[in-house]
């Protein structure tokens, strides 16, 4: 029985120094990025030793992931499907933008340091692309619709974190202005309904 106990207790602490290790490169992807972010760093805010790092994190994908799944759990990124029973098109586009701006609003350090690194760091460039790729296609797939190429474009600008932190951060935008803006551009960019 004291084996069992013991074999319990370890499997929980490691599980905690793991918890540990993930959200202490979470902080600092969202300080730093996760290009910039190195082990001996992760370890150190972590408590941990490098070989107990590598343990329990062999390659910096498994790390990425891991990094990834907390973030999504802790917020995960609005859901696209409730979006369709909204028929009207621009109140739709409207409780779309508002809910992605809102969560990029919560989640703007990690997502500008994420954002940057993917354009450069290959490791982070696949990462995004799979856990935000399938999320942005659902997006574009519930507010696209028949809009065409210039609505599609406008669409994407308006979903993308560069674009709400031009508009919210550079020009200093409330979220519910940029929201506004944004909705106007994609259905300006769409042209009038069709007859």
């Not at 696949?126 to 296609?137: K, S």
């Amino acid at each position: 029985m004291k084996r069992t106990y013991a074999l319990g207790k370890r499997a929980e602490q490691q599980a905690q120094t793991r918890q540990r290790i993930v959200e202490a490169a979470v902080d600092l992807h969202g300080t730093v990025g996760p290009a910039q972010t190195t082990v001996t760093m992760i370890a150190e805010r972590a408590g941990v030793q490098r070989h107990t790092f590598y343990k329990h994190f062999p390659d910096e994908r498994s790390l990425l992931m891991a990094c990834s799944g907390l973030a999504a759990e802790r917020d995960p990124m609005p859901e696209a499907e409730p979006w369709r029973a909204i028929e009207d098109r621009e109140e739709r586009l409207r409780t779309a933008l508002s809910e992605v701006y809102a969560w990029y609003g919560r989640n703007a350090g990690l997502m500008s340091c994420v954002t940057r690194d993917a354009q450069s760091h290959a490791p982070t460039r696949e990462i995004v692309e799979l856990r935000r790729g399938p999320v942005v296609a659902a997006y574009a797939e519930v507010l696209g619709g028949n809009c065409g190429p210039l609505g599609l474009a406008a669409l994407r600008l308006a979903l993308s974190f560069p674009g709400w932190s031009t508009l919210v951060g550079e020009a200093g935008l409330s979220q519910e202005d940029a929201v506004k803006v944004m909705v106007r551009a994609v259905l300006a960019a769409e042209g009038p309904p069709a007859a």
